[in-house]
Nanobody
Framework: QVQLVESGGGLVQAGASLRLSCAAS????????IGWFRQAPGQEREFVAA????????YYADSVMGRFTISRDNAKNTVYLQMNTLKPEDTAVYYC???????????????WGQGTQVTVSS
């Protein structure tokens, strides 16, 4: 079973940057896509960004387009989420997830990390 471990969260001021990491224990075929999702208190989990392992195809939510960048390091089995120009509304627990298809719905992702907290103060 694939294990995912997120890191890199923290408390920053608005306008700052953070880089989240998602380290996978292995890369089976069932983990062809890695997605980042976030969940703020009292809100539903929402899609942030995703990348297909095989060809670097990426998807972004409109709310983060131009500010966040998803990338991967094959050698380290790690996916990154570079977050720039952070806003207070980006405050949430950020989760990475693995699945067979590159989709924006969490329904398509089978493996999830434990999450990392990102807090942006105004």
């Amino acid at each position: 079973q694939v294990q995912l471990v997120e890191s890199g969260g923290g408390l920053v001021q608005a306008g700052a940057s953070l880089r989240l990491s998602c380290a996978a224990s292995e890369r089976p075929a069932s983990r062809n896509a890695i997605g980042w999702f976030r969940q703020a208190p009292g809100q539903e989990r929402e899609f942030v960004a995703a990348i297909r392992w095989s060809d670097y195809t990426t998807y972004y939510a409109d709310s983060v387009m131009g500010r966040f960048t998803i990338s991967r390091d094959n050698a380290k089995n790690t996916v990154y989420l570079q977050m720039n120009t952070l806003k207070p509304e980006d405050t949430a627990v950020y989760y990475c997830a693995a699945g067979p298809l590159l989709r924006t719905s969490s329904d398509y992702y089978s493996y999830w990390g434990q999450g990392t907290q990102v807090t942006v103060s105004s």
